[in-house]
């Protein structure tokens, strides 16, 4: 079910895609995520979801988020993560 609904994903995103899906082994999860529990762990997969052409639904995203308690940021560039 997942490889197909990645693979959908992929097809219904089109000319707007900002990169394809791609399936990970547990050496990948556990590459990319150390201390990761692996547990039941059998892979995963990583596909990208980024994107809308409706700027106020963003918004009400973030101002949702926002009052949820996320830590919410504009024009920020990411350098790393933990």
């Given at each position: 079910?997942?490889?197909?609904?990645?693979?959908?994903?992929?097809?219904?995103?089109?000319?707007?895609?900002?990169?394809?899906?791609?399936?990970?082994?547990i050496?990948?999860?556990?590459a990319?995520?150390?201390?990761?529990h692996?547990?039941?762990l059998?892979?995963?997969?990583?596909?990208?979801?980024?994107?809308?052409?409706?700027?106020?639904?963003?918004?009400?995203?973030?101002?949702?988020?926002?009052k949820?308690?996320?830590?919410?940021?504009?024009?920020?560039?990411?350098?790393?993560?933990?």
């Open positions: 079910m997942m490889r197909l609904g990645v693979w959908l994903y992929d097809l219904l995103s089109g000319k707007y895609s900002i990169g394809r899906h791609r399936f990970l082994s050496d990948d999860i556990t990319l995520a150390p201390g990761i692996q547990d039941g059998l892979g995963g997969v990583e596909y990208y979801d980024a994107q809308m052409d409706d700027a106020r639904l963003c918004l009400e995203n973030v101002l949702m988020a926002d949820r308690g996320a830590t919410v940021a504009n024009y920020v560039e990411v350098k790393n993560f933990i």
